[in-house]
């Protein structure tokens, strides 16, 4: 599996109440642009993306640590297999940095031609994250 740390992201909000936003995936729904809205659905800890190109993608939480870690993973269906990890970490009673940690199965031949578009693209969501929330 191919490792990408993202840069690091700060969000102007309190760790309890961006830890709370990123497990409410109803509220998550409401701040995706509204082109991506009829492509997202919720069922409790997992969400389901369709798209024309992946198909059906089921991404699960398989791990939280209150204020802390979300660890999220697709199914063993999924054409695309991989882990997202995020990291919350308090800078002060307002203010959290956190960063994401992908593992995805990439083969071995690919990753040197792929490996900079995932790691821009993750640090694309972080900025993303920090915008939204």
Do not use: C
């Amino acid at each position: 599996m191919l490792k990408i740390n993202s840069k690091v992201g700060i969000i102007n909000r309190n760790i309890e109440y961006i830890y709370s936003q990123i497990l409410n995936f109803g509220n998550l729904l409401n701040k995706l642009p509204e082109e991506y809205r009829n492509k997202i659905y919720f069922e409790n800890d997992t969400i389901i993306i369709n798209d024309e190109t992946i198909g059906t993608l089921k991404v699960k939480i398989l791990e939280k640590k209150t204020n802390d870690t979300i660890k999220f993973g697709t199914d063993e269906d999924s054409k695309i297999n991989f882990f997202l990890w995020i990291q919350l970490k308090p800078l002060e009673p307002y203010k959290t940095k956190f960063r994401l940690v992908l593992h995805i199965d990439v083969p071995l031949l690919l990753r040197p031609f792929i490996k900079g578009k995932i790691e821009d693209g993750i640090n694309e969501i972080v900025d993303k994250i920090s915008a939204l929330l």
